[in-house]
């Protein structure tokens, strides 16, 4: 197989197809060879395409960019991974005691783990090192610290899962399907919407 151009490093077979439910709901993303499989089998059909011909020994295909389930597709939002990053990201990057904006952050157990504090979203918080140390292995009373606010377990945007998978600027084909879709690089708390 070779493609005529080479946009993706010349596999394009790799490259990224937005696949949006049966209701037009963004869902995740793909690559091509998956998602020339579910056109091919009648699952999904083929909304927007690339521009770009794979050729093969049989045949020329174009290269789908956007695709749409042929059934909608019931699935609970996907959770918020725990994760340190993920902490500072529902956080703003942001101590949550000092209320100093940082990538040099520490995450901190509320109820400490001396004290068998739990690691869930609602013990941990984004701390700076300073206020870290501070607190030690102490309650936030104890340390007469003041959190900025109970710590909570974000709920997944609309776009949680695509946002994690893009690594640059959405394609002009896509961006119709997921408006208001910022990129990784300019992640920002507003995905976790209403919340604050
Ligand atoms: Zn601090």
């Known amino acids: 197989m070779r493609s005529s151009r080479s946009r993706y490093g010349g596999t394009p077979l790799n490259a990224q197809v937005l696949v949006l439910n049966q209701n037009y709901e ?27 011909i794979l050729h093969t020994v049989d045949n020329d295909y174009t290269i789908p960019s956007v695709i749409r389930l042929s059934a909608l597709i019931k699935r609970p939002r996907p959770q918020v991974k725990l994760t340190r990053k993920e902490v500072f990201i529902r956080d703003s990057y942001t101590c949550q005691y000092c209320g100093v904006q940082s990538r040099d952050l520490t995450i901190d157990h509320v109820i400490p783990k001396s004290r068998n504090g739990p690691h869930t979203w609602e013990n941990l918080v984004s701390a700076c090192k300073s206020c870290n140390h501070r607190k030690g292995g102490k309650t936030v009373h104890e340390a007469r610290m003041q959190l900025a606010r109970a710590p909570f377990r974000p709920r997944a945007g609309a ?16 961006s119709k399907f997921i408006p208001g879709f910022e990129p990784l690089s300019s992640y920002s708390t507003l995905v976790y919407g209403g919340e604050d």
């Open 26 to 52: 963004p869902l995740n993303i793909c690559n091509v060879k998956r998602a020339l499989v579910m056109v091919f089998t009648g699952k999904a059909e083929v909304l927007e395409q690339d521009g770009l």
């Open 159 to 174: 776009y949680y899962t695509i946002q994690r998978k893009v690594h640059q600027s959405v394609r002009d084909e896509w």
